[in-house]
Structures are given as C-alpha cells and as structure tokens.
C-alpha cells in the first residue's frame, strides 16, 4: 500500500468476509444463541468439573490432617514413654527438645481447629460416642469399666468426632460365683 491511500481503503469491504454455511444440528439450522448457549453450557460443564475436582483435593487433603494428627498422637504417647529411658541415660535435653516439637504440632492442628483426645483412664460411659473398644482386659486392678489403654487417639475437627479413639478397656474381674457346700442326705 502507498502512503497516499485514503483512510476508507484501508478498511475491510464485504467482498473481504467469506460466507460460510451455517451449522446444521439434526437436520436443521442452527441460530447464534443457540451456539452461544451450547458454547455457555460446555463453560458451565467445565466449571463444574473443576469444582468437583477441587472439593475431591480439599478432601483428600483433610483426611490427610487427621491422619496426621492421629500419627502426632502416637508420638505423644512415644515422647511420654521414653522421657524416664532418656533421663536414665542423661538425655534429658533430647527428651524436652522432642516434647516441644511434639507440642508444636499439637498447636498447629489446634489451630486448624483439629483436636487430638487421649481417652487413658476415662470411664467407658466418658467415652461411649468417641472411643472404639477393640479388647477388653479384666483385672482385679480395675474398680470399674476405664479405658486401660489407648492405641490411637480420638480426631476432633471444630468439635465432631471424625476419628474414633482405638482402645483396650479395662473392666473389674468378674467375681466367681460361691460354691454351696454339698450336703450330705
């Protein structure tokens, strides 16, 4: 093009647009809003996709937490074990340096509003909704049904029970019957 061509020149004509056949669904003619609500709801179809894939991660991830936090449980249990073996061997130090990052996570899960129950010791009528009894021991060490033994923690998320507490319960030992005395007739 020179540099002396008029401005309308330089715009496009209609002898520059091509026609095309419009789109044919089942045998008949397609109108623009109905490509335009075909093209909208494929966006929709998509959008929702995405979303179900979004809430299917956040899920994944949640369970995740309470796994985790019934692992931070386990490691509570570990840490209160081992403080007496690693003050035996002067380890003291070690010790308070685990309990601290043990009590970091613990804090960390509080404030994600994730909460980690120890039911030790707790009667069973305490724990009847979270702890789940997978044995019980009878013992003339026990004055009444308590939790003798917690193998995983309760998961409390904003206070629902989403992990029950995995627990051996203690009972009293069932008291053996008296024998009557035989009687001689």
């Known amino acids: 093009m020179s540099s002396s061509a008029e401005p309308e020149d330089l715009l496009p004509g209609w002898d520059d647009f091509a026609e095309r056949p419009v ?14 609500a075909g093209v909208l709801q494929r966006r929709h179809e ?3 996709a995405a979303r179900g894939a979004s ?12 796994e985790l936090a019934v692992l ?16 035996a061997l002067g380890e003291e130090l070690r010790h308070r340096e685990l309990k601290n990052v043990k009590d970091r996570m613990l804090d960390l ?24 009894p997978v044995h019980w021991r ?25 992990r029950f507490a995995q627990v ?3 009972a009293p030992a069932p008291e ?10």
């Not at 386990?74 to 007496?84: D, G, H, N, S």
């Not at 053996?176 to 007739?185: G, L, N, Q, R, V």
């Open 23 to 36: 789109p044919e669904v089942h045998g008949t003619t397609t109108a623009p809003e109905a490509e335009l």
């Open 138 to 162: 009878q013992s003339p060490e026990f004055a009444a049904e308590v939790v003798a033994e917690t193998n995983e923690y309760a998961v409390f998320h904003d206070g629902a029970l989403v």
């Open 72 to 87: 931070v449980g386990t490691l509570e249990q570990q840490v209160t074990r081992a403080e007496e073996p690693l003050a």
């Open 176 to 185: 053996s019957a008296e024998k009557p005395e035989p009687t001689d007739t």
């Open 168 to 170: 051996v319960m203690g």
């Open 109 to 132: 899960l509080r404030g994600a509003g994730v909460e980690v129950r120890d039911p030790l010791g707790l009667p069973a009528d305490d724990v009847l909704d979270w702890a789940d």
């Open 55 to 66: 809430a299917e991660a956040a899920t994944r991830v949640r369970s995740t937490l309470f």
């Open 46 to 48: 998509d959008l929702a």
